[in-house]
């Protein structure tokens, strides 16, 4: 098995939705583009991922929304050094179809009163189920690692709930500790480092908006 060095995730740049929760009710999601702030976070990430990668070869999984495959885009990596996989399982919180600007603000506090993880939005999805989606990913990636070739790094271009859960499903964190959490910002990388105890540390923390509050022991 030929585990990676380092799995670095990146949130996309700031999108159109991102600068004006009005365009959802105009552009769906999955089409919105960078705006020019994002565009420039992108290609700043770019140039820290490119002297982070140097001359290894990199895996590469993106969100099938524009906005992530913009973000890649402006990261310039060197295409023979890469290989690079639309993957739909890293797409952002399905939050319905077309939106309606208050409903949706209307739900987000809801969300914010019931949780993050458990809460469903209408025609949507919940945390839970981003995170069940994600866990079967996550099978695939493990099984890549079979492969006596598997380049060096994995680089996974998504969205900051995403990661958050990506990294819960990864080292087991608790739903407690998912909820006492924030997304990164946007244009920002968490990366998972291989020890010589054969174990992956996260190189920086997630911030933390409040304590955890477990229901009960776990670990």
């Known amino acids: 098995m030929a585990r990676p060095q380092r799995i670095v995730l990146v949130r996309h740049g700031e999108s159109e939705g991102n600068a004006d929760d009005t365009v959802y009710e105009r552009e769906p ?3 919105l583009r960078l705006t020019a702030t994002g565009l420039r976070q992108a290609r700043e990430t770019g140039e820290e991922l490119r ?9 590469v999984y993106i969100s099938p929304y524009r906005r992530t495959h913009e973000t890649f885009r402006a990261f310039d990596l060197d295409p023979a050094r890469v ?3 639309e993957e ?3 797409r952002e919180q399905d939050w ?8 949706v603000r209307l739900q987000k506090a809801y969300r914010d009163a019931y949780g993050h993880f458990f809460y469903r939005f209408a025609q949507g999805e919940s945390g839970a189920d981003v995170y069940d989606r994600v866990g079967a990913f996550l099978e695939s990636l493990h099984r ?15 969205h900051g709930l995403t990661m958050r859960l990506f990294c819960m499903r990864w080292f087991h964190w608790s739903v ?10 946007n244009g920002e990388t968490r990366t998972l480092l291989l020890g010589e105890n054969g174990r992956y540390t996260l190189d920086r923390p997630f911030q933390r908006w409040r304590t955890p509050e477990p229901y009960g022991r776990t670990g």
């Open 88 to 90: 739909p399982r890293l």
């Open 176 to 185: 407690a500790e998912f909820e006492s959490l924030s997304n990164p910002g």
């Open 96 to 103: 319905g179809n077309w939106q309606d600007r208050d409903d």
């Open 83 to 85: 290989r690079v996989r």
């Open 51 to 59: 002297e982070r990668f140097g001359d290894e070869r990199v895996s």
């Open 29 to 31: 999601d999955h089409a």
């Open 144 to 158: 890549s690692f079979e492969e006596t070739d598997h380049p060096e790094n994995v680089l996974l271009v998504t």
